[in-house]
């Protein structure tokens, strides 16, 4: 098996990387040239900045997942309908050059007749259950927008889109809450953290639970300090007030150490256990899509 | 009964008014100058920009209430506690200069531990209740903080503050949602306004409800023109959400029109029909707190 570049590019930066043969990474680059930083017809350069040297190298197959098959992408790539296996995702590519280049499709979904996307998160998705060797799995996906996945054997069957990370910045940023807080965010205060992640169970809705972050301050119940990490608890325990965990006792989070750390810290309230993934999950994700095309395209 | 001079002295405006004994006014102002425009000690000097003449007449006496008693305002006024009746708010004033200038005092109530506050949404409310000749009452004053406010027997049994306003003015503004929408929020498309109160209240969360606005229009089944009619019904539907609605025909919304027709449109989703009552609300109210004092101070 040749030589494989996975590029996961997304909305604000691009990260690439040389693959061997098991889906181990060789070299891996990161750009800050997310979709948006790029014009109109401007994605062929991007790419050879990125991977132009990988590229040379004869039988080079890339495979980019992300934001890149969106309509602002490269070349939008059609959504594939939920549920959706490895399989389906695998066989729906979107080949920009036959045989050298392709885009992963993103996924959508239907809930209430109102439709939910995903685009990058699957390839995470079926990378991680090969990690962990699970073919059933309730996987988070923290972020700007989390996605919680509901995998049934070995398929994606449903997922959620959630704009905790988004709300969370514009809480800290923009509303009446940042006057009550320090500049910088400091070292999370898992105390602050927890109180939040419960008040906002209880509390029904973050339109409500996000105002005791300024009365507890006003009454001095909260340090400004510690305002930042209560609000965090706010917005994911929002997130997990709404998930059906009856019967759930482990929940793959896949992400960043500092974003999965708060999950785990979240969930163990309600006693279920983490087990974290990396970024190597798109890494082995891409790698298990190129070994269904050997010999073809 | 002399001259009341009636303010309603908010974070980003002051209102006032000459009242006569029945609580009409007389004459009525308003001024860009909200306690956040008032540099420390300057409070006495805008009063009298805004009152100053009304005040010269002898016997003159002024009521205000709303933020200029919180922290940053011209004296701090403590809150009262709920349940806190009529009597109760009226015989805590707080005076600047006895028997000339008094502070309303705002009210606190608790739900899990957490406090709650109104500071001038007490005023309206014990105003409203004259107005419609009621003893008990489900309120809601919309706004940037809406508060919903539950009173039983004349007084006020509980409240809970929902940052409606401000989440949506968030999304609006700076969201990721922000890039598919208008400049102007264009007149109410009533249509997609109550799509979006269906969609909150079926969705759990206004998180994950928020990004239907996203995949709606990228599937081309919401205009953009349509999607900030949608937003607000996102956010009142999920106000409404977590409001108990069991055995109420009717809710009070005080407010401005604008406003308040929105919440007659979302109410009327659930069969619950509105009253609405203007800002002549907090004239009334201060009139009637005035009249408590005749012969005292």
Known sequence: MSTLIGVDWGTSSLRAARLDAAGEVLEERSLPRGILTV??????????????????????????????????????????????????????????????????????????????????????????????????????????????????????????????????????????????????????????????????????TLLHAAFSARTLALFERLAPAAVPSYLSGLVIGEELRVQDLRGTLSVAVIGAQALTCRYELALATLGVTVTRVGSQATWRGLRAIASTLQGTS
């Open 39 to 204: 014009p109109a017809g401007g994605f062929p350069a991007v790419f050879d900045e990125a991977c132009g040297d990988w590229m040379r190298e004869p039988g080079a197959l890339a495979l980019l997942c992300g934001m890149a098959g969106s309509r602002q992408g490269w070349v939008e790539a059609p959504y594939a309908g939920c549920p959706a296996g490895f399989a389906d995702v695998a066989a729906q590519l979107t080949w920009i050059e036959p045989g050298r280049i392709a885009l992963v499709p993103g996924l959508t979904c239907h809930e209430h007749g109102v439709p939910d996307v995903m685009r990058g998160e699957e390839t995470q998705v079926f990378g991680a259950l090969e990690l962990l060797g699970l073919q059933s799995a309730l996987l988070v996906l923290p972020g700007t927008h989390s996605k919680w996945v509901r995998v049934i054997d070995g398929g994606i069957d449903r997922f959620a889109t959630f704009m905790t990370g988004e709300c969370y910045g514009l809480l800290r940023q923009h509303s009446i809450l940042a006057r009550m807080m320090p500049a910088g965010d400091g070292e999370l205060d898992a105390a602050a953290f927890v109180q939040g992640v419960h008040h906002a169970r209880r509390s029904g």
